[in-house]
């Protein structure tokens, strides 16, 4: 063996490669690479040291012609090719396209006849009239007919021996062979001389065959044996890439099929729409026509036939009706039973509210009742009773009545819900008692009760007259200074201000030394850190101050908290608490 | 090399030493290495089968390094009863196998091999490996190749045969391992057979019958031909001096009287398919084996008898079969085919490939080569033989291989272009590795200069420009009508 000289690089089936002739290039420069190499022939391995195929194989490229040899075919010489291929053969002009099977292909029975078969035949005939006699094909025609049925009747003749009775084969034959009386004539012998044959070829099928797989036992090593049946494909063993590309195809094939039912369902949604106006159509149609009746019989109403109310209403409508209709119905109910449904139909919008603020306000009303039973004999002693602490008042004491102007209602009157809004503009007795829900918990507003100036008459011993007062004087018990206080409602807005102004830290004035101050400090909420760690009791969070954590602003929960509505309620609602209680 | 030489070398005898002594004609049994008379020289053979005749004793020899299609029956007077003969190995010789149990085992052993990488997909050519003709020599060669050591084989290296070398080397390279471990288990044969039943996939069939030519002489159209192989035609054919086969239909005869009976009424005339390709020379069928089953396993029994490395172990279904004719005023004649896998796992382009003897050496089988490329041109897929070849087919595809690609690289060469082997597997629609393969088996990759080249010997020139004044003929591919056919999974569903 050759060492090399110079280590290939590898050599990349895409490297571009010069093409030269050996005369354009130096011979002794160049090494050639197949000097060494061992060539691939794809012959079977045992084969390749054939002696013939070696001598061939070192002759390529030499000018020595060195053949395999094989044994040489010959031209027959018993066969007469013209006899037995006679039929001339016309060339289509366009290429041939044929499907036909060869059994289709053969004109006459698929049975050939032996030549014993052709001595039976001749010594059969001799025995026959000119007209009786079985020709050549007709006796074809019988075997094939016989052996079809054979094997149809009896698959695994040739396994377990089982002969087809004469009657079975004579009725195939009958059937099959146009002649009824050819048959009647000649099955019998015909059948006779079948079975003698098969009998004596083992009751196989009288045409030589090849062996198909009859044994798995004895037909692997039975070189006989071909054209198996395949075994049904082996799945190839799924891979993982295999795996996840099915997926991707079910994902995609799912994806597919959502977007269908889509599109489907869109379809339908459109088709209900198109059912759906066309039933709205009729309806106002209907409409149009009743409209139509209604002027012709001279009976007014307003446009209100036309409009299509919304369907889902209808029931709350009826409920509604009988106080509602009453004034009109009434009236109408005489003449036209129908056009009362008809009015069911057009409620008003002004009812509509109507019905449903009422609905609201005794919801709200009822509310409060249970609200009130459910406090009834309770009271908060705590240091911070949240609910208003009923004053123990003797119930002898009346406060004092004053008589205020209403206040007029907020210049943004709106319909929202906030009772704060709706106690004073509504006056109705309901909303009287919705201020006292207002929670307060223990804020200075709480001694505002006691502010209200009260009186008491009694009757004292030998009949005297006794007139008590109670002052507002009690608020000094409350230790909150008068100007305090006032300051406290009037700068409750101070340092209120909006949260995107971000000027420097503003700064406020505030009395340190104030009692107000002095309490609310204890409830500053200790720093950030430690808040941090006790997150549920946040008091910033309790006090619905979450982003102002610095401490000026904080200082306003201790007064607002009492009440959101307080800047508007106190004053005027005084007399109203007064009353209630 | 004279023959003298391949006679003994390549071919010593099995591992262990065999018995050797003298024997007679009546003493010589199956399995029996004996010096045996053919074409004038003595040969080494082995004796597959024994018969009684009129005339005496005869002895079915398969000679040494002769391919299995130069066996024949011999009588004992041309066996050389004066030299030592070579006793089969009593231990492989077991009774229960019948006769010529002997160590042509591991061959099996390869097929099963291989057979088992594609389980139940190939229908035909795999190598029959009981077929095979001289199973211990060639073996214990190549194994004792892998082993340096041993003097005979420097002697070898170094020797005569610098091809033989190469030959150890297969495609497969897993056929090395069982072989090896054949060596020492000598009874894996069994096992390996027990193996290949279950896993269901076995392609040969293991009886050494099938090592035996069963027909003797076949009539075909106005030719007698003499099978060179086993194939499985009906066993009462076997006793036939001569068979008779339609040249249309391909049905086959054992008597006269029905053969006759039945060209008085075949009518077939040309293959029973659609036309694919005419000219003035040959034409083109195309025939699917699952419509056209009768046909396709006559054509399959009356190729096996030419072909060894094929097997009619399974239906012929899954294949198309692509038929060259060549036209008469009788009708449309078979000169050859090949049978192409509706489906291959492993891109080939043709399973079997024949031309029928009568008319070997006339250009048919490059042919029918250039067509088989230009149907995988049209698929646009490069393709390649299904392996193994043939010696002969061997040969032929090398030279159609050589020719085209000299061809090109001489266009390549005038244009002063550079080629890749790429450029050139996609230009041919052949495999990279069968144009690498090409390319050294002519001596044409050079490295030079740190780079790789290709080179043309001037040999090769000339003797390109010699065989293109002879005027071949080549299928013109624009004459080809067809369409790569396209199959349904019902359709791809090959077992019934």
Known sequence: ?581 | MSPGILNGEPAVGPDGPRQKSMATADTLRVGCIALVEKDGQARRAEILSIKDTKSGRQFYCNFDNFNKRLDEWVPSRRIKFDHDVEWPSPDKDKPKDGKGKNSTAPKKKVTGNKAQKRPGKREQSVTSEAVTPRPWPELSESQTQSRPSTPRDLELKTGQTPAAIGDEMDLDDDNNTPEVKKEYEPFSREREIEKLRTGGSMTQNPTELARIRNISKVQFGPWDLFPWYFSPYPESFTQEDVIFICEFCLSYYGEKKPFCRHRQKCSLQHPPGNEIYRDDYVSFFEIDGRRQRTWCRNLCLLSKMFLDHKTLYYDVDPFLFYVMTQKTEKGHHLVGYFSKEKESADGYNVACILTLPQYQRKGFGRLLIQFSYELSKIEGKLGSPEKPLSDLGLLSYRQYWSEMILDLLLEYNERDEKSSIEAISTALAMTTQDVEHTLQALKMQAYHKGEHKLVIPESMIKQRGMAKLKQKRYIAPERIQWKAPVFTASTRTWGW
Request: proline share 8%.
């Open chain 1, 1 to 581: 063996m050759t060492t090399r000289k110079v280590r290939y690089k590898k050599l990349n089936t895409k490297t571009p490669l010069p093409v030269l002739r050996e005369d354009q290039i130096d011979p002794t420069e160049y090494e050639s690479l197949t000097t060494e190499s061992q060539i691939a022939t794809g012959v079977e391995q045992a084969e390749e040291n054939e002696y013939h195929l070696q001598a061939a194989l070192k002759s390529v490229g030499a000018s020595a012609d060195n053949e395999i040899p094989v044994p040489p075919p010959q031209n027959s010489v018993e066969a007469n090719y013209d006899e037995l291929y006679p039929t001339p053969y016309i060339e289509p002009r366009n290429y041939i396209k044929f499907s036909d099977t060869v059994e289709e292909t053969i004109r006459g029975s698929l049975y050939d006849m032996t030549a014993e078969d052709e001595d039976f035949l001749k010594t059969y005939n001799t025995k026959r009239s000119a007209k009786e006699k079985l020709s050549e094909d007709e006796f074809e025609h019988f075997m094939e007919v016989l052996e079809d049925t054979a094997s149809e009747q009896a698959p695994y003749a040739a396994v377990d021996n089982t002969v087809v009775s004469y009657d079975v084969m004579y009725h195939s034959m009958v059937r099959r062979i146009g002649s009824v009386k050819l048959a009647e004539t000649h099955a019998k012998p015909v059948y006779e001389y079948w079975k003698s044959r098969r009998q004596d070829n083992a009751n196989m099928s009288l045409n030589p065959a090849v062996k198909f797989e009859t044994h798995q036992e004895h037909d692997d090593m039975d070189p006989y044996v071909c054209f198996r049946r395949r075994e049904v494909r082996q799945t190839r063993k799924t891979r993982a890439r295999d795996v996840q590309v099915a997926d991707k195809l079910k994902k995609l094939r799912r994806e597919l099929e959502d977007g269908r039912q889509l599109v489907v369902f869109s379809r339908q949604r459109e088709f209900l729409k198109r059912e759906l106006l066309k039933a709205d159509r009729l309806v106002f149609e209907q409409r149009a026509k009743l409209k139509e009746i209604k002027i012709r019989l001279n009976i007014k109403t307003d446009d209100d036939d036309l409009v299509n109310t919304k369907p889902q209403k209808r029931p709350r409508t009826e409920a509604q009706q009988p106080p509602r209709a009453t004034p009109h119905g009434q009236v109408r109910q005489g003449a036209r039973p129908d056009r009362s449904m008809e009015q069911v139909d057009l409620p008003e919008l002004s009812h509509k509210l109507a019905e449903k603020e009422n609905e609201l306000r005794h919801d709200v009303e009822v509310k409060v009742q249970n609200h009130r039973r459910w406090n009834q004999n309770f009271v908060d002693l705590t240091a911070d009773p949240l609910p208003p602490v009923q004053q123990e008042k003797e119930l002898s004491f009346r406060p004092a009545k004053t008589t205020f102007l209403m206040t007029p209602p907020a210049s943004s009157a709106s319909d929202s819900m906030e009772i704060d809004d709706i106690a004073p503009s509504t006056p109705s007795a309901p909303e009287k008692s919705l201020a006292p829900f207002v929670f307060k918990g223990a804020t200075p507003e709480d001694s505002d009760q006691e502010e209200v100036p009260s009186y008491r008459r009694r009757v004292g011993r030998s009949g005297r007259l006794w007139i008590d007062r109670r002052t507002t004087r009690t608020k000094t018990e409350s230790s909150i200074l008068p100007h305090e206080l006032s300051s406290l409602q009037s700068d409750r807005w101070k340092y209120d201000q909006d949260d995107d102004d971000d000027g420097g830290p503003s700064t406020y004035k505030i009395d340190t030394n104030s009692l107000l101050q002095m309490k609310f400090r204890s409830t500053i909420p200790p720093p950030p850190a430690l808040q941090n760690r006790r997150q549920g009791t946040d008091p910033a969070q309790l006090q619905g101050y979450p982003n102002r954590p610095a401490l000026p602003q904080v200082q306003i929960p201790s007064v607002s908290s009492a009440a959101p509505s307080a800047p508007s309620v106190p004053p005027q609602a005084q007399p109203v608490q007064a009353s209630s209680s």
